[in-house]
């Protein structure tokens, strides 16, 4: 029926829109820059395989009744550690800390918290200038990241023009895919259940690959997992029927939209400014030193505030 069609087809939108925000946050705010290998092809697989992994974090946000931020950052966890456990195996490079860095403290706390829910909630708040200003400080702190590159080894010092035609054309595409996942939220998810199942077969295929060349994969990352799934299992049986994705079931005026182009705006300043200072700052040790231990104690925090959740009432 056109119902079902359109049910479907909105489904599709939110997996869609939602992979982007997850590839502008997750890898490219991450480095920031066109790197020698990219191209609009690279890209756009890489935002295809986000948009497999927004699939699985928004069935976990359904299922499991996910509204508050706590539930959130362990569906952020569980994302992170798909990517970086499962799709590339960082998880396993320098044990303990790469369990954190960067499933945690990247995309749980910053692509997750920040770029999937602040925004969204920002987009809603009576200040006018909520996004603005959200947008702003996020643009400064991703001109503070991008300039550590210019000392890595495998990096490179572009240009003021070459990082804001990167920063513009990435923050661009982010209004109309805001505005698509607010206005593809107005129907539930609920896939098909065959596709969950393709999706998740082919999660456990990579998952199968990658125990073959690296058998730490084995332990680790099945425990982690289980681990997010007893939290949110929790969760689950303390909370009402619906999730978080009610909350952003309509899109907000236009204009407020366009507010992420703040991001830019306050990057490629802050850029421009450090180029022309020839600033020699590792603002990257900096965020691994906030951010790592940070994304610990925040899945810590998660698990105990759901496990002492008290359960929902049963109405009469």
């Not at 479907?8 to 920031?32: D, Q």
């Not at 001109?143 to 490179?156: Q, R, S």
């Not at 596709?195 to 990579?206: C, E, K």
Request: with cysteine; aromatic share 16%.
């Amino acid at each position: 029926t056109c119902i079902s069609a359109m049910k479907t087809f909105k489904n599709i939108v939110l997996t869609l829109s939602t992979g982007y925000i997850f590839f502008l946050f997750s890898e490219l705010l991450f480095w920031a820059r066109k790197r020698p290998g990219d191209s609009l092809g690279e890209w756009t697989i890489t935002w295809l395989a986000y948009s497999l992994m927004a699939f699985v974090f928004l069935l976990i946000i359904s299922y499991f009744r996910v509204k508050n931020i706590w539930a959130l950052f362990l569906a952020g966890a569980v994302f992170g550690w798909l990517g970086e456990g499962v799709v590339v195996q960082t998880t396993y490079e320098m044990l303990p800390l790469s369990i954190s860095f960067t499933a945690l403290a990247w995309h749980a706390l910053i692509t997750v918290w920040i770029g999937w829910h602040a925004i969204r909630k920002s987009l809603r708040a009576t200040n006018p200038f909520s996004t603005l200003k959200l947008s702003l400080t996020i643009g400064l702190c991703y001109g503070l990241w991008a300039i550590m590159w210019w000392l890595e080894p495998d990096g490179g010092v572009a240009t003021v023009a070459e990082f804001a035609a990167f920063s513009f054309g990435a923050a661009i595409l982010a209004i109309p895919a805001y505005w698509l996942a607010d206005w593809s939220s107005s129907e539930s998810f609920r896939p098909n259940r065959w596709v969950s199942i393709v999706i998740m077969g082919l999660f456990a295929l990579m998952f199968l690959f990658v125990v073959v060349t690296n058998p730490l994969t084995v332990v680790i990352l099945p425990i982690l997992l289980w681990i997010a799934y007893l939290g949110l299992r929790w969760n689950r049986s303390r909370e009402e029927d619906g999730s978080m994705l009610t909350s952003f079931n309509h899109p907000a005026p236009m204009w407020k939209y366009l507010s992420l182009l703040g991001i830019p705006v306050a990057g490629v300043s802050f850029y421009a400014l450090a180029t022309s200072l020839n600033l020699q700052w590792h603002t990257n040790w900096v965020l691994y030193l906030l951010t790592t231990p940070l994304g610990f104690i925040l899945f810590a925090i998660s698990l105990y505030k759901l496990r002492r959740r008290e359960p929902v009432p049963v109405s009469s």
